[in-house]
């Protein structure tokens, strides 16, 4: 299997939106230590491809880049806020990055490439 750059690989929206609603419920104190690691560095990845796009500059993007630039803070909770902050400005991405396609599809005159208009919260 050969590794693609973070610009060539799609987004699979359905699978971070998954991903962010399971870090963002109330139940996430319980995952354990060993995969909080894990969910940060997918996330972490995820919103590196996010941020990869083209996009206006936003709170999110910013808020993005400074995260992805300070690591997590000090032991198990820490990490656990880290995770969370990650989940929340990703979601925020996959947003923004839904009304640009939907608004760059209808200035084109076509009809919207993402069948969900609305992302649940």
């Known amino acids: ?3 693609k ?3 060539q690989e799609p987004v699979h929206t ?4 998954a991903l962010c609603a399971r870090v963002l419920t109330p139940n996430t ?9 894990e969910v940060t560095a997918l ?5 590196r491809l996010l941020l990869c796009e083209r996009g206006d500059v936003s709170q999110a993007r910013s808020d993005a880049e400074r995260l ?3 690591g997590p803070g000090e032991g198990r909770l820490g990490a656990w806020i880290h995770m969370r902050a990650l989940a929340r400005v990703c979601r925020v991405l996959l947003i923004e990055r ?18 969900d208009v609305v992302v649940k919260q």
């Open 98 to 115: 839904q009304v640009r396609r939907q608004r760059n599809s209808a200035a084109a005159g076509q009809a919207p490439q993402d069948p």
């Open 14 to 17: 359905d699978t971070i939106r």
């Open 29 to 37: 104190y319980r995952i354990p230590g060993g995969e909080v690691r």
């Open 5 to 7: 750059s973070a610009t």
């Open 43 to 47: 996330l972490h990845g995820y919103v």
């Open 68 to 70: 992805l630039s300070h």
């Open 1 to 3: 299997m050969t590794s």
